[in-house]
């Protein structure tokens, strides 16, 4: 079992053996409310990076209304952005990914369950146990390599159907949906207009990125049928 670690951020982390350790750690009242940790097959990773403004939050926020729209329109169940922890026995994962669709199917298959406050208090809830059906990540320099190496092994095995990526840093912006494979998630196909399908959301995206009048990026997650 670990012992205590004191970061030079001021983050304590204390003794994690497993999920479950991480579990009441991230419920708990001496958990960080800044910044974001994750648990991956035994690993704690801490980002406490502030979020880049142009290549992340508004970024974020463009994905997340695009998709919460889609979502309405379907009726499909619940979308949820960052700080809301997903964790799941079988990935061996406990996380907070940039943008989370839940389905009433999932909810009533068992795929995902809602976490209730220890308060017991009517309609709060903590935490999604289980596999949601759409995860969002977003690069960004401190997370590439656990978004690109660990944390699709984790969702994968945690029952996740659809796994997005999107990096914004570089010249060319990367945007990928990942559909469920046999062993692991597959890149979807991309289309003669660029865009790629979405079996949760029953439509086709693409993301496009533009220069605003005043210099900075904005973002058009843009859909077809």
Known sequence: MATTLLLDQGVEIPAIGDLADFRRWALSDDFPQRGRIDYVAGRIEVDLSPEDLFTHGTLKAEIAVRIAVRVGELDLGHTVIAETRISSAAGDVS???DVVVMT????????????????????????????????????????????????????????VRELWLVDARGPELRFQIHARGTEAFVPVDVDAEGAQHSDVLQARYSLERSRHARGHWIYRLRRTS
């Open 104 to 159: 009433y199917a999932a909810v009533d298959d068992g795929r995902v369950r809602f976490v209730p406050k220890a308060s017991g208090e009517p309609d709060r809830y903590v935490e999604v146990e289980g596999g949601p059906d759409l995860i969002v990540e977003i690069l960004s320099d401190s997370s590439e390599k656990k978004d690109l190496r660990r944390l699709p092994v984790a969702y994968f095995k945690a029952g």
């Open 95 to 97: 996380a907070e990914p």
